[in-house]
């Protein structure tokens, strides 16, 4: 069993920047990665990345976010700069570990003026 621990959301106007945190407790974690949800829509995958530090994102925040994590004490990071309002959504922490697929609770991104 793994639980993800997500901090970090918050109000932000556009331009600005905020870092999410997810921090993972349980077994070993593979790869971690981040979504998103806005309302009526779909969850989206925002960034990857494995536990070799391989990384992938989303086109839509190609150079503006970046994924990192810290493997020795199994917590994945979103450093997200240049926000727009159409960054806005509830962020999820997703891990995988041993085959088996867990979510963090979500933690709202709102950019606005």
């Known amino acids: 069993q793994v639980q993800l621990a997500e901090s970090g959301g918050g109000l932000v106007q556009p331009g600005g920047s905020l870092r999410l945190s997810c921090a993972a407790s349980?077994?070993?974690?593979?790869?971690m990665a981040w979504y998103r949800q806005a309302p009526g829509k779909q969850r989206d995958l925002v960034a990857h990345?494995?536990?070799?530090?391989?990384?992938s994102y989303g086109d839509s925040v190609q150079g503006r976010f970046t994924i990192s994590r810290d493997n020795v004490n199994n917590v994945v990071y979103l450093q997200m700069n240049s926000l727009k309002p159409e960054d806005t959504a509830v962020y999820y922490c997703?891990?995988?570990?041993?085959?088996?697929?867990?979510w963090g609770q979500g933690t709202q991104v709102t950019v606005s003026s």
């Open positions: 349980g077994y070993i974690v593979n790869t």
């Open positions: 997703h891990a995988d570990s041993l085959g088996n697929v867990y």
């Open positions: 990345i494995d536990n070799s530090d391989r990384t």
